[in-house]
């Protein structure tokens, strides 16, 4: 089975701070993906990614930005932490060539407070 | 542009009774669609896809949807519901539009009384 690991449930960061959120999967997926997910608004799209070095703006990625070095791990990167980017967090990955609809592997989420 | 609703934030229904889910998309191309399910503290787990050329597609756990074109519906059904179905449901849209987006419904969170 596609194993997605996000590498913490929950975290608490202050406003303002530096907040790194990890991804890895093990089976050797091209894409990934970064959701967030607020209670009324479903999964939002954050970033993408298709290939190594490679990354896309999904919906909403003010405020966020993102790390691919090595095809097994997608980072989440918030440059200053805010408020209202409280939230639960998805990972995901798939390898969804062209013309395929495989569907997506998540991640058990993380969820961030930042107070 | 791709889009996803969900008729309905919740969903309430008896054990053994008809569980539908309704889910309208808009898409510039044939799309792929898929239904996911949540269980508390989880991430969310594929349902069912879409596959070209059939109109009801099963999934898992006795669910299946019907892909209707002329209405851009994809409603999930199952013909009697369990306790163990209560989690929440959404319907996703993707296309080959140069990356693979997934666009997400808000979601519909169902509850089953016993």
């Known amino acids: 089975d596609v194993k997605v690991t996000q590498s913490s449930r929950y975290l608490v960061k202050r406003t303002g701070e530096k907040v790194f959120l990890e991804c890895v999967q093990d089976?050797?997926?091209?894409?990934m993906f970064w959701y967030r997910q607020d209670p009324g608004l479903g999964l939002r799209l954050i970033y993408f990614s298709y290939d190594v070095k490679m990354k896309e703006k999904g919906d909403i990625p003010e405020g966020y930005s993102v790390s691919r070095e090595k095809k097994e791990r997608f980072s989440l990167i918030l440059e200053s932490a805010s408020t209202n980017q409280t939230s639960m967090y998805l990972c995901a990955s798939t390898d969804r060539d062209r013309g395929s609809n495989s569907p997506l592997h998540f991640g058990n989420g993380t969820r961030l407070t930042v107070t | 542009a791709q889009s996803v609703t969900q008729l309905g934030s919740h969903v309430s229904v008896s054990e053994g009774a008809l569980v539908l889910l309704r889910c309208n998309y808009s898409s510039s191309v044939p799309p792929y669609l898929f239904w996911y399910v949540q269980y508390p503290n989880q991430g969310l787990q594929l349902l069912l896809k879409?596959?070209?050329?059939?109109?009801l597609v099963k999934g898992i756990n006795g669910f299946e949807a019907e892909f209707k074109k002329s209405e851009t519906s994809f409603h999930l059904t199952k013909p009697s519901a369990h306790m163990s179905d209560a989690a929440e449901y959404f319907c996703a849209v993707s296309e080959d539009t140069g990356g693979f987006k997934t666009i997400f419904g808000a979601g519909t969170r169902l509850f089953v009384k016993a």
């Open positions: 879409y596959t070209t050329g059939a109109t």
């Open positions: 089976m050797d997926h091209e894409n």
